[in-house]
């Protein structure tokens, strides 16, 4: 239990999105071995943090990963993503960021390399939806993630159709 609480609170401290000084990325295995954590365990953490990534599972280095903390700290990030409080988080990230809201002209990219994926240029926040958001409920490793995700998808799903909607001004108006 250690193990998942310690991965799923530690596992976006060091990420390369959040980092704003390149000299912290060590941040999370300093901490572990400040702590005093048994090695077994500081090694069980750092693996479930450099592989849950969606950019990893992308390149296929997460799917050699199989146990149970994985998954449950896997789902539980992913299942943070998705959903309302994931709609919002994307839209928060991405007005952080100065990324645009959306552009009709850009097309979300299929079939997306970890490369790819990477270069953030020229793309927009709905965009992020379709590159990443709604395949999130394919790659659950849980079951219990799977289900939480459906349920989180299907309202993604209607989001985006509203969104569209009122984009396009084809959405009904009520008074």
Not at 5 to 32: M, T
Not at 107 to 116: F, H
Request: hydrophobic share 40%.
């Amino acid at each position: 239990m250690l193990v998942i609480e310690l991965a799923a609170l530690l596992h976006d401290i060091g990420d390369y999105k959040y980092l704003r000084d390149p000299s912290e990325e060590n941040i999370v295995e300093n901490f572990l071995e400040e702590e005093g954590l048994e090695e077994h365990k500081k090694m069980g953490i750092s693996s479930i943090i450099k592989r849950m990534g969606f950019k990893d599972e992308l390149a296929g280095l997460a799917t050699g990963e199989n146990s149970l903390e994985f998954g449950i700290v896997q789902d539980a990030d992913r299942l943070d993503a998705i959903g309302a409080i994931g709609i919002a988080r994307c839209f928060a990230f991405g007005g952080s960021r100065n990324i645009v809201l959306h552009n009709p002209a850009i097309l979300p990219r299929s079939d997306l390399s970890k490369d790819q994926y990477m270069k953030k240029e020229d793309q927009t926040v709905v965009n992020h939806f379709h590159e990443k958001l709604l395949k999130l409920k394919d790659f659950m490793k849980t079951e219990a993630g799977r289900k939480r995700a459906e349920k989180r998808h299907r309202f993604m799903e209607e989001f985006l159709k509203e969104f569209y909607q009122e984009w396009h001004g084809t959405g009904e108006l009520e008074c």
